[in-house]
């Protein structure tokens, strides 16, 4: 793999050019040609590049270089096209998430980063994902937590409780499944920073105070 894709090291395609994103969608529709002799072994890492059409004959192309190729590497055995298949996959996972990580990209200015302003955006984008995925546990918690207190409650609640009274907890559990995980988030109950967020459309006073009275 890293003969074909000229990189000495399948975790770091920081410095790899892969096939332009146009070319492999032209080809996607059938509007472009795919891959050349010279492209022959060129991977596609744009949106979708685990399963593009480019890819896959890239990957036939890796598995006829590999059939190829075993006499001169002296392997032994025989290991069917499925699994190196599933081995070449891998293999372009891991550069993918390298190269998109590291890969330096044409700024605003038009200029190429350097490695280390590309480094820089990847270290800021890696901190954002990590925030982003706290938010979002905290958010699917704080869900499961207020359905749970309303289900506590509807089995709690009295023979003798008011009509009023079970309205409010239908019509809380209606508001509930409506707002779903991305609208547990709430200035009214949570003190973080990260955890306020554009209150949507759909919310308004009445809301915030019935999750209130809820928590």
Known sequence: FREMTKQTNIT?????????????????????????????????????????????????????????????????????????????????????????RYGRRIGKDDNLETSQEAKERADQYSELHKESCRISSRKHAKLARRRLGVSLLENILPPSASQIDLTKLHQTRQVLDSLDHEGMSSEESDNEGGLIVTIPYYRRRIVSQMMSDLD
């Open 12 to 100: 770091d395609f920081r410095s790899y050019s892969p096939i332009d994103d146009a070319i492999a969608e032209a080809f996607e529709k059938g509007e472009g040609p795919g891959p050349t002799d010279l492209t022959r072994y060129r991977l596609h890492f744009g949106n979708g590049y685990h399963k593009s059409r480019w890819n896959k004959v890239i990957i036939a192309n890796m598995l006829t270089f590999t059939a190829e190729g075993k006499g001169s590497y002296r392997m032994e055995g025989d290991i069917d096209n499925e699994a190196l298949k599933a081995f070449f996959s891998d293999f372009i996972k891991e550069a993918q998430t390298s190269w998109a």
